[in-house]
């Protein structure tokens, strides 16, 4: 199984601050990575699938990069609807894993 | 709209079994993998299983490979998961989610269910 490891636990950024969350893979994913966003009480939602494709309707502040085992997301300019838990998950292999997540908290 | 709808979770004891459902809605049904995701609240989702568009290959994760079975109702647009031999560590929210037609992640989540082992 992949084990995928999300860092930092926890990011306190202002709103107007660029957020960098990383997801490190235990052997290469390749470029089959998603990463989602949750707010309390709610389901995941898809944000990039493909490392580095936008999912419909996501706003263009979110950014994917990377491949292998070192992933990134981006948000260039933290808005308020922004602060909440990111997960990032690998689909190369079955089953599918998930990281620990990144709550990103306002400072 | 797709929309997907849990149903069945509660209270068990261990040992005990629970049936939840998934009705979909707004799209084909049969043309999409389905699958059955988990989540300890504070931890990240787990994938528990995944059953393909015709029913006929289904994938466990090795914690629940015996005890739970995933099945598929295409006729009404309904997925199931069969849970027996519960245990406390099973409990969570449960999710059934959508898997994208072009990659292997889940593009339309439901609600979650929440199910609770306990003696």
């Known amino acids: 199984e992949i084990v995928m490891t999300q860092s930092p636990a926890t990011l306190s950024v202002s709103p107007g601050e660029r957020a960098t969350l990383s997801c490190r893979a235990s052997q290469s994913v390749s470029s089959k990575l998603a990463w989602y966003q949750q707010k309390p009480g709610q389901a995941p939602r898809l944000l990039i699938s493909d490392a580095s494709t936008r999912a419909t309707g996501i706003p263009a502040r979110f950014s994917g990069s990377g491949s292998g085992t070192e992933l990134t997301l981006t948000i260039s300019s933290l808005q308020s609807e922004d602060f909440a838990v990111y997960y990032c998950?690998?689909?190369?292999?079955?089953?599918?894993?998930f990281g620990q997540g990144t709550k990103v908290e306002i400072k | 709209e797709v929309q997907l709808l849990e149903s069945g979770g509660g209270l068990v004891q261990p040992g005990g079994s629970l049936r939840l459902s998934c009705a979909a809605s707004g799209f084909t049904f049969t043309e999409y993998w389905m699958h059955w995701v988990r989540q300890v609240p504070g931890k990240g989702p787990v994938c528990v299983s995944r059953?393909?568009?015709?029913?006929?290959?289904?994938h466990y994760a090795g914690f629940v490979q015996g005890r739970f079975t995933i099945s598929r109702d295409n006729a009404k647009s309904t997925l199931y998961l069969q849970m027996n031999s519960l245990r406390a560590e099973d409990t969570a929210v449960y999710y059934c989610?959508?898997?994208?037609?072009?990659?292997?992640?889940?593009?339309?989540w439901g609600q979650g269910i929440l199910v609770t082992v306990f003696s």
């Open positions: 989610a959508r898997r994208n037609s072009e990659g292997g992640n889940f593009d339309y």
């Open positions: 059953i393909s568009g015709d029913g006929t290959r289904a």
């Open positions: 998950q690998q689909y190369e292999n079955w089953p599918w894993t």
